[in-house]
DNA sequence: GTGATTGCAAACCTTTTGCACGCCA
DNA sequence: TGGCGTGCAAAAGGTTTGCAATCAC
């Protein structure tokens, strides 16, 4: 996974958000910092867990607001799933999840031949693809019934 | 949509549900019947507001329950969110998710093309793979940016 | 009859909102 | 300085839980 995040930089993030008209605070830094170096498709909550760490005074809402703003610009994912809090993502490469339908954990994974993943025509014509992305769902290795 | 709710019967959601020793209430079917017929991608309160107006006296917690119940034993399926209540969905077809990223919508669509998408191996080894599912994320017509 | 299911109410958790203060640009 | 962003507190929304009464088998 460590080399996942190799692309991020803070430089980045500071430029991304200056093109957005967004100030750069010690909070948004810490927040997307905890993000990017999560694997796990973190909760509001578990950033604000951790964030906590380093800035004892900073507030849940706070966390979950920067979390909501970078999605808003594009900037980090929601990731999808099935009940539950949202879970965040800053993972920018091309990826897809496995999805185990017990212990509810979303697991990243690389797959060139999902790369040219066509789009119908009748969709692309109406909507506007920016992201394709396939979900598998099943019993992840803990979660396999035991025989 | 009609065809795709061709293969219900209640003949079929009694059977399974004697299958998996579960009782056959009439709110169990009110709540399996508004599913089926929808084809929107219901909320439990969704469902709820439906079958109140055929049983009155239903509770939102029976209507709810019964749909984790269902899903429970995979009559149903939970559908994948990016946060918000959680979705239901009866189609037990083969189809794919269009994610609306402005208004929330969850659109169905069929592409055959995506039937035969394979597994990475290091993945078929570890996760016993139940369903497959490709998620395409943009603006759908209506969300359109204008110009 | 008996155990599963329902309806109700309270509790819980996550997300949203309004507002005054403080900080970044 | 001006306005965006933060922290706090309350509210809102969705889900879960415990329990007594009821219903399907």
Redesign the interface.
């Known amino acids: 996974m460590q080399n996942l995040q190799a692309d991020y930089t803070i430089e980045r993030f500071i430029e991304t958000c200056h093109e957005h008209r967004l100030k750069i605070t010690p909070q948004r830094v810490a927040v997307y910092k905890a993000l990017v170096r999560s694997d796990r498709h973190p909760s509001a909550d578990m950033i604000f867990q951790t964030v906590k760490k380093d800035f004892p005074n900073i507030s849940y809402d706070t966390v979950n607001r920067t979390l909501l703003t970078l999605a808003g610009i594009g900037m980090i994912d929601?990731?999808?799933?099935?009940?539950g809090p949202?879970r965040f993502d800053a993972n920018r490469k091309d990826h897809h999840h496995?999805?185990?339908?017990k212990c509810g954990e979303i697991i990243d994974?690389e797959?060139r031949?999902?790369a040219n993943?066509?789009?119908?025509k009748e969709?692309a014509e109406?909507?506007?693809?920016?992201?394709?992305?396939?979900?598998?769902?099943?019993?992840?290795?803990m979660c396999?019934p035991k025989h």
Do not use: A, D, M, W
């Not at 496995?98 to 339908?101: A, E, K, S």
């Open positions: 929601i990731v999808e799933v099935f009940g949202k496995l999805h185990c339908t994974f797959y031949e999902y993943l066509s789009v119908p969709i109406k909507f506007q693809v920016t992201g394709k992305r396939v979900v598998l769902k099943g019993r992840c290795n396999q």
